[in-house]
Nanobody
Framework: QVQLVESGGGLVQPGGSLRLSCAAS????????MNWYRQAPGKGRDLVAR????????MYADSVKGRFIISRDNAKNTVYLQMNSLKPEDTAVYYC???????WGQGTQVTVSS
């Protein structure tokens, strides 16, 4: 019954912005720690950002700190990843993840290229 559906990916030029959405069903996102991961071609899956279900505290990988913002809209039961000042090295498939139970969405492709 738990489902995570990412959207918002696409092709963007360096320096541009995208907002990814993770629509959750079967549970309430405010009750769980939620993560964004990404996997670049030929590389492993890396944690990008986390928002805690207890108090909403956030954390970021050093590579995105100051550029990306994780947030949630409890009324919409959706987690967001606002990505600014995008770089070619941000190109990856981005995945939404519920930490407890290790649930994953299908991923959404982000390509940063001129």
């Amino acid at each position: 019954q738990v489902q995570l559906v990412e959207s918002g990916g696409g092709l963007v030029q360096p320096g541009g912005s995208l907002r990814l959405s993770c629509a959750a069903s079967g549970f309430t996102v405010s009750s769980y720690s939620m993560n964004w991961y990404r996997q670049a071609p030929g590389k492993g899956r890396d944690l990008v950002a986390r928002i805690a279900g207890t108090n909403g505290a956030t954390m970021y990988a050093d590579s995105v700190k100051g550029r990306f913002i994780i947030s949630r809209d409890n009324a919409k039961n959706t987690v967001y990843l606002q990505m600014n000042s995008l770089k070619p090295e941000d190109t990856a498939v981005y995945y939404c993840n519920r930490q407890l139970g290790n649930y994953w969405g299908q991923g959404t492709q982000v390509t940063v290229s001129s």
